[in-house]
């Protein structure tokens, strides 16, 4: 029973570039939730998927990301453009239905921009 | 709005001994939930444990116990007899309404000698 995929681990990138980042959801889940963890700090909300919907992207920023969540297929967090500033560990949890309890955390993918 | 509060960035503790991260929040939601997370040097979020805002009793989790005091608004975790391996970053997170994300504190990072 696999829990939350991502992928890459660790991703590279030069300013300017884009990078993608992958989250397979546990198997049955529906609900997939991106975070963001800049270094020595918690983890901050940025986005709520359902399949094929964004329910909340109160917490992303306005220009340069986009998340998605197709019907197959994991969710993609895009980030264009990248900066110096981007920086930073971004995990993915995944919940089996709206008011579930618990959010089951990914490993993260650590993304540096040179 | 909502807020967690980690007062202690650091923490030491030697094994066996039993040691207490604090953790307080502010929410006007009447049905809330709290966590707390467990993130090691490897850099992955391990969950482990959690109080719902009406659960009469403290949550318990093997060596983990949960000090829920919902007039203080307070969750602190008690890790009992620690071991080497508890040595890690641990965050508190309060969950709101259901469907919301986390949110997290900025977390405490305790280490544990021998």
């Known amino acids: 029973n696999a829990g939350v995929m991502q992928n890459p681990r660790h991703l590279v990138r030069r300013r300017g570039q884009e990078a993608r980042l992958r989250c397979s959801p546990m198997?049955?889940?529906?609900?997939v939730y991106w975070y963001r963890q800049l270094p020595e700090e918690g983890l901050k909300f940025m986005v709520y998927l359902q399949k094929e919907n964004i329910i909340d992207e109160s917490g992303m920023p306005k220009e340069r990301f986009s998340a998605e969540f197709p019907k197959e297929g994991p969710s993609i967090l895009r980030i264009q453009q990248v900066v110096r500033g981007d920086s930073a560990a971004y995990f993915c949890?995944?919940?089996?239905?709206?008011?579930?309890?618990?959010?089951?955390f990914g490993p993260g993918t650590r993304l540096t921009v040179t | 709005a909502q807020k967690i509060t980690q007062t202690q960035p650091g923490m030491f503790v030697q094994e066996k001994e039993a040691v207490t991260l604090d953790c307080t929040y502010d929410?006007?939601?009447?049905?809330?939930?709290l966590f707390w997370y467990k993130q090691p040097s490897s850099g992955e979020m391990i969950f482990l444990i959690y109080?719902?805002?009406?659960?009469?009793q403290n949550a318990t989790e093997g060596r983990y116990s949960l000090n829920f005091q919902k007039a203080r608004k307070s969750a602190n975790l008690v890790i009992s007899a620690s071991q080497l391996g508890d040595s890690a970053m641990y965050f508190c997170?309060?969950?709101?309404?259901?469907?919301?994300?986390?949110?997290f504190g900025k977390g405490t990072t305790l280490s544990v000698s021998s």
């Open positions: 109080q719902g805002s009406y659960d009469q």
């Open positions: 929410t006007s939601d009447p049905s809330y939930g």
């Open positions: 198997k049955g889940h529906s609900h």
């Open positions: 997170a309060m969950r709101g309404q259901a469907g919301t994300a986390l949110i």
């Open positions: 949890a995944s919940s089996p239905h709206f008011d579930s309890d618990e959010q089951y």
